[in-house]
Structure formats: C-alpha cells, structure tokens
C-alpha cells in the first residue's frame, strides 16, 4: 500500500502545478490509472477491524509483546503506536476521497476531466 500511495503522490505532485498558478490540471488519467492498485486498499478496510481486534488481544495475552510495545513507544516517543499505523491506510483512503472531491468542486464544466 505504501508503494502505491508513493507512487500516486508522485504523478500527481509531477502534474499538479503550485499553488497560485490558476489552472486546474488534467488528474483523472492518473486515477484512473491507480484505480485497480487502490483496489488493494479495499481488501485491508475490509480487515481492518479483525487485524486490530487480533493485536488488542494479543496485546492482552502476551505480556512480553506488550511490554516490547511500551519500551518501543518510550524510547521512540516521536513515533506513533501501532494501532496508529494500522489506521494509517483506512485514514489515507477517505483523504484520497476529500482530495478528488475538492479537486471537482474547483474544476470548471468544460475540463478535460
């Protein structure tokens, strides 16, 4: 999934110009070129919750990985814990969203788009 919003960031920040510029660009080729590599966000929403159930039991079960799990969030502090990157990629997906609809919403009728 990394990958992939790696690469989406990519053609996107290549294509979208700074800001001030005036001009909307031309997105759509490059999401609907990233449409079947998103797909894959849909099969990690839809375990998500099982993945983050799993790891709070485990939590609760295991002492030791619990204990490593503190001591790595105290000595890393600036990190985030690890329910925190789990949700990284279902937060990323409803961001994506915003994103397009607020490109819409500044995209005149007769764009390309």
Same mark, same amino acid.
């Given at each position: 999934l990394l990958l992939i919003a790696d690469g989406l960031l990519k053609k996107l920040s290549e294509r979208i110009p700074t800001e001030g #510029?005036? #001009?909307?660009?031309k997105v759509g080729d490059?999401?609907?070129? +990233?449409?079947?590599?998103?797909?894959?966000?849909?099969?990690y929403v839809k375990h998500f919750e099982r993945a983050?159930? +799993?790891l709070a039991e485990k939590r609760e079960s295991n002492k030791a990985l619990e204990e490593f799990?503190?001591?790595?969030?105290?000595?890393?502090?600036?990190l985030f814990d690890l329910e925190s990157y789990l949700i990284m990629p279902v937060q990323r997906i409803v961001r994506?969203?915003?994103?397009? #609809?607020k490109i819409l919403l500044?995209?005149?009728?007769?764009h390309p788009d």
């Open positions: #510029e005036g #001009e909307v660009p490059i999401m609907c070129n +990233f449409a079947t590599p998103l797909k894959l966000y849909e099969k983050a159930h +799993f799990l503190l001591k790595t969030k105290q000595h890393t502090p600036s994506y969203k915003m994103l397009l #609809e500044h995209t005149p009728p007769a």
